[in-house]
């Protein structure tokens, strides 16, 4: 073995009975082939029962490895199968590449490395691969966490909806709010009680019915998924947090506005002035809403009826609290603002969720902080929209997943 072989056998840290036999370079092409090989009569560990076998054939193999310099690096070797008296004929494995592969564990980890902070059409523009190649070693990777995920643990889940491309399609998420962040731990194609039932099966027998009465589920108001927790989950506790509370009470005042808007051209241009939290606005939005609100405008009692539930969730006291609530529901269901009773109802029928995010002091940061990513991983996965590609970016970079950074 000359001295540069026994080099770049240090270097790629081959272990016996594997070793360099040749390496060539290509000044022209900037190419450097490295050629490995095993000692006659080696014999390797079966892949799936360990055992040491005999060499049954070889095929040779290419390897794309990191770069050196300017210069591409590949290897090429005889890949052995093995012939197990156990589990018959199996490639063996090399220690320098997954089984299948076409790249090195160190390229592959350069690779995931580059995904986490930038979009796969950049990541191979830059080692200098085809789109498709990279999505391959995401996916195969991801996979493999996403498969040894261990959610024994997990107690308090927050369920969310996703559109995903155009038309009714949609994906929804399961996140552990456990820690400083929301992290995805499940995903499915849909929004019905069926994507409940099929995150139960993830989570397997393992999880008795004395675990699961000490779950939360903190979600929207969505029928199918309050069906599906009920169903699957009997007897978890359901959070319905203020965020999307709020997102109805909302949605309310906004269309008193319009409907409202046809007899009073002042609230033409005003919407936001409605929408936003009164500490959000800019001291000329306040001094407009303040003009406003002094004319007998239903939107304005709309408006006020909406400040007031906001109030709900400054209470302490979980008695006062309710007490404080129901005086709400009366003044939300006597207001004539037929909007405003339609979500007042909404409210009473999901009364336990709603005291539920006081008892339990949950809110929907964690969530949000979370689809913040998700958006960042759309960006990332522009131009490929298979379900796979998606699901594939999220768990990487909003997932419950550890990924190599080294070998």
């Known amino acids: 073995m000359t001295n540069i072989n026994k080099i770049i056998d240090q ?20 190419k450097v082939d490295i050629y490995l090989d095993f000692k006659k009569g080696s014999k390797f560990p079966c892949p799936v029962c360990g055992k040491l ?63 986490r902070e930038m979009s796969v059409a ?23 966490e996403v498969d040894k995920m261990d959610l024994k643990d997990v107690r308090l889940v927050g369920m969310d909806e996703i559109g995903i491309g155009k038309g009714y399609e949609f994906l929804t998420l399961f996140a552990n709010l456990e820690g400083e962040t929301a992290k995805v731990i499940f995903m499915v194609e849909g929004k019905d009680a069926e994507t409940v039932k099929a995150f139960r099966n993830r989570l397997g027998e393992a999880f008795s019915s004395e675990i699961i009465k000490q779950m939360i589920f903190t979600m929207d108001m969505s029928n199918a998924f309050i069906s599906g927790v009920t169903t699957h ?7 319905f947090d203020r965020y999307h509370v709020m997102v109805k009470v909302n949605e309310a005042v906004d269309k008193t506005r319009k409907e409202e808007s046809w007899d009073e051209d002042i609230l033409l241009g005003t919407r936001y002035l409605w929408l936003k939290n009164p500490e959000n606005l800019t001291r000329e939005q306040m001094k407009e809403l303040k ?13 006020q009826i909406k400040l007031a539930l906001q109030r709900f969730w400054k209470f302490e006291n979980i008695y006062r609290a ?70 594939t970016i999220i768990y990487l970079i909003a997932g419950d997943i550890k990924l190599p950074t080294r070998c």
């Open 11 to 30: 270097l790629l840290h081959l272990e016996d009975p594997w070793f360099v036999s040749n390496v060539k370079y290509d000044l022209e092409l900037k």
């Open 53 to 115: 076998c005999s060499v049954y054939d070889t095929k040779e193999r290419d390897w794309r490895h990191l770069d050196m310099f300017e210069y591409k690096v590949y290897l090429h070797a005889r890949e052995p199968r093995v012939e197990c008296g156990n589990d018959g004929i199996k490639v063996a494995k090399v220690n320098w590449a997954e089984i299948g592969s076409n790249f090195t564990l160190h390229f592959e980890t350069l690779v995931l490395s580059f995904a």
């Open 122 to 144: 950049a990541v191979a523009e830059l080692v200098d691969i085809h789109p498709d190649s990279v999505w391959r070693i995401l996916g195969r990777y991801v996979q493999k």
């Open 233 to 239: 989950f009997k007897g978890a506790k359901i959070v």
């Open 291 to 303: 003009s406003v609100k002094k004319l007998d405008l239903k939107t304005a009692r709309a408006y």
């Open 322 to 391: 309710e007490e404080y609530l129901k005086k709400w529901y009366f003044w939300a269901s006597h207001s004539k603002l037929r909007f405003i009773v339609d979500v007042g109802r909404t409210i009473k029928a999901h009364w336990y969720g709603i005291m539920n995010s006081l008892i339990y002091r949950l809110s929907n940061g964690p969530m949000e902080g979370l689809n913040n990513k998700i958006k960042t991983a759309f960006k990332r996965a522009y131009g490929f929209k298979s379900i796979d590609y998606m699901t």
